[in-house]
């Protein structure tokens, strides 16, 4: 599974000449112009907007980063103001709870939702597809859960009040529970029930009746089967999800401006502030660090999670 | 074990095909399967042979009609109650899991103890023959098919199973594996003596597995009866032209008085057989083994496009068109290169069906071979 996803894939071309025995004597030079031709562009678009900035970021982490002038080498001295500063440990503590409970809440309960919703009549689930196909605009749901939130006229604090008989609640200015209301609209929401659906449409019939002559029940079908053959899926949107999740920026940004306090200011808004400042090279510090952590996560959940025999 | 019979099951389905057709369901099938008699089920797809094996198993409900097993109504009863056992034609093994634990998957669901499981799946491991053993330790997923295969029939027999239902189970396989795995199923029914129903779309296939033959078209059983009764004394034309390879030649004729006008000639009847047939246009079906080689007399010329070697006999098939139908005659390998045979048909081996619709009108019935 690769974790940066537009690597040009060589091993295709090069597995091919031993089927070509025949007239091996004449190909293979043809052979290596054409696998060039077909990977390079992959390979220059992937230098230049993946290695290359990325190169250039842990250079300039290094430096003063002015935007005109000499570039001054300072060594670690922007790390060491990065971690002398209590906002940016704030701002990773913010980013990992909003990942942790991110994936434990819109990762899961998809899957479920997925499984459930199988079961309905075909054209349900027809329906169902085409919602969570559906393009929403993201600045158009954000202004849309904006309104959901508000406290004095938001549709949440009247069925919290009026229906529920609570009283009223803060939502998003609450510096405990912002986090929480800016992941709730992603179970709804999130995207992945699409590919669990289709992964789990593509399990023929036959295990299921396989397994109900056998007297499975309902439960067990879905551990023994539906679970199984949506593993790779799952550990490929998970990944993903990590990554994503990670970095975070625009849906808490319009939400909340990483407010109250900085209760809900993750590691890229506060990068975002930084630039803002004209401190180029601490943004750029920060910014090797969440690479460097987020690389971290992945490699961990690589070693956790081993690859599926029957991927 | 059980006898099965089906009491007049009808099943429609309300869902629609790709193409916009309704799913072909079970319209009044009536069926008696002896306890311990294999029996095939053969048609082309989606005639409703697949529809039949899940009613029998319990996957699905008929709208109409009752299921029997051994005098008992399970019409109503859930699949697991049933105790029957099913081969999928996809293998359907539970996946991410090695042979062994999809043969003791049962044992697991239904909370037997640890000593039943292990007992049972070394007996069928024993039973499924050399190397099975083997497959068990392996995961499904690095298995071929016919391994894969190998392993559905025993995770099929190891709970000793009522009725055992098999969806077409080897027509994933190569030719090769095909008849291997073919005999081994054989081998398996006749050693169990457990009532069987093989469903296929290979008539070849259906002949080697059952007793007798059910054969089906569009959610109605035409004829069910022992291969001879079916080759010999279809009860149709669709029943005729299904069963036998090559198909039966069909061909357009007349009769008048004593003749037989076909093809552009006109043949002489047997006084018995003319009286038989009704006067004016009808069909004639002739197998190739039925056609006389030069005959004395009236012929009919059949221009041969080519000539095909049967592999399993020291013979061939000639091949041409009479009347823009397709004529296959069987020859001997020796047949000097011509570029047209005189043939004519044996009237004992000819079949006569009227001119509309599918009705046969005489059939040569089985040969009696005493």
């Known amino acids: 599974m690769a974790v940066t996803a537009p690597v040009a894939p060589p091993p295709v071309p090069t597995a091919e000449p031993a089927a070509a025995a025949p007239t091996a004597a004449a190909q293979p030079a043809v052979r290596r112009w054409q696998v060039w031709a077909f990977v390079l562009p992959a390979i220059l678009f992937q230098f230049f907007w993946g290695w290359y900035p990325m190169l250039v970021a842990i250079f300039l982490s290094l430096t003063n980063a002015p935007i005109r002038g000499q570039v001054t080498f300072v060594g670690f001295n922007n790390y060491a103001r990065l971690l002398a500063d209590p906002l940016v440990a704030m701002s990773f503590r913010v980013t990992f709870v909003y990942a942790g409970l991110g994936i434990l809440l819109t990762f899961g309960i998809p899957i479920l939702i997925a499984i459930l919703l199988m079961e309905m009549p075909p054209r349900l689930i027809r329906v169902m597809m085409l919602l969570w196909f559906v393009p929403l605009s993201g600045i158009a749901s954000t202004i849309f859960w904006q309104y959901m939130y508000n406290e004095q006229f938001g549709i949440l604090q009247f069925i919290a009040t009026e229906v529920l008989g609570l009283p009223p609640r803060a939502f998003l200015s609450n510096e405990r529970w912002v986090i929480f209301w800016l992941i709730f609209p992603g179970i709804l929401m999130f995207g992945p029930g699409l590919y669990y659906m289709t992964s789990l449409q593509s399990i023929p019939r036959s295990y299921f009746e396989a397994a109900e002559i056998e007297g499975a029940s309902f439960w067990r079908k879905i551990w023994t089967i539906s679970l199984p053959r949506m593993r790779p899926i799952i550990s490929m949107s998970l990944i993903f999800a990590i990554i994503g999740s990670m970095q975070e920026f625009a849906f808490p940004d319009l939400m909340t401006r990483g407010g109250p306090n900085g209760a809900s200011r993750t590691v890229v808004m506060y990068m975002f502030d930084i630039l803002n400042d004209g401190r180029y090279g601490d943004a750029t510090a920060l910014s090797v660090m969440l690479f460097a952590v987020i690389m971290v996560l992945v490699l961990v959940y690589r070693r956790l999670v081993t690859d599926d025999p029957d991927a | ?370």
């Open chain 2, 1 to 370: 074990m059980a006898g099965v019979t089906l009491d007049h099951v009808s099943k429609r389905y309300h869902t629609l095909t790709a193409d916009g057709r309704p799913v072909t369901g079970l319209d009044d099938v009536s069926l008696h399967i002896a306890d311990g008699e294999a029996v095939s089920v053969v048609g082309p797809s989606g005639c409703g042979k697949s529809t039949l094996l899940k009613v029998i198993a319990g996957l699905e409900m008929p709208d109409a009609g009752r299921v029997l097993f051994n005098d008992v109504d399970v019409t109503r009863w859930p699949a697991q109650a049933r105790g029957v056992g099913m081969v999928f034609q996809d293998y359907a093994l539970y996946p991410a899991r090695e042979g062994e634990d999809n043969l003791s998957y049962y044992f697991e669901v239904r909370k037997r103890t640890e000593e039943e499981k292990v007992r049972r799946v070394r007996e069928v491991a024993t039973l499924m023959g050399i190397g099975f053993d083997l497959l068990l330790e392996r995961q499904v997923d690095t298995l071929s098919g016919g391994e894969k295969q190998r392993v559905g029939i025993a995770r099929c027999i190891v709970r000793d199973p009522n009725v055992f239902l098999m969806d077409e189970p080897i027509s994933n396989l190569d030719a090769k594996l095909r008849e291997r795995t073919r005999i081994e199923i054989k081998r398996l029914i006749k050693a169990f003596g457990i009532t069987t129903v093989y469903v296929t779309h290979d008539q070849q296939e259906a002949v080697f597995m059952g007793d007798r033959i059910a054969v089906m078209r569009a959610g109605r059983i035409e004829q069910f009866g022992a291969f001879d009764d079916l080759y010999f004394s279809p009860a149709n034309l669709f029943v005729a032209t299904l069963i036998g390879t090559p198909p039966m030649s069909v061909l357009p004729a007349v009769r008048r008085a004593e003749t037989l006008e076909l093809a552009g000639a006109s043949l002489p009847l047997p006084p018995d057989l003319a009286a038989e047939l009704p006067a004016g246009p009808l069909r004639l079906g002739v197998r190739p083994e039925g056609w006389l080689l030069d005959p004395p007399g009236a012929a009919l010329t059949l221009p041969i496009r080519h000539v095909e070697r049967i592999y399993t006999e020291r013979a061939a098939y000639a091949a041409g068109d009479l009347a823009g139908s397709p004529v296959h005659v069987l020859v001997p390998l020796d047949l000097p290169a011509q570029a047209a045979l005189r043939i004519a048909p044996d009237w004992e081996r000819s079949f006569f069906f009227a001119a509309e619709g599918e009705a046969a009108l005489r059939v040569p019935g089985p040969p009696d071979l005493f």
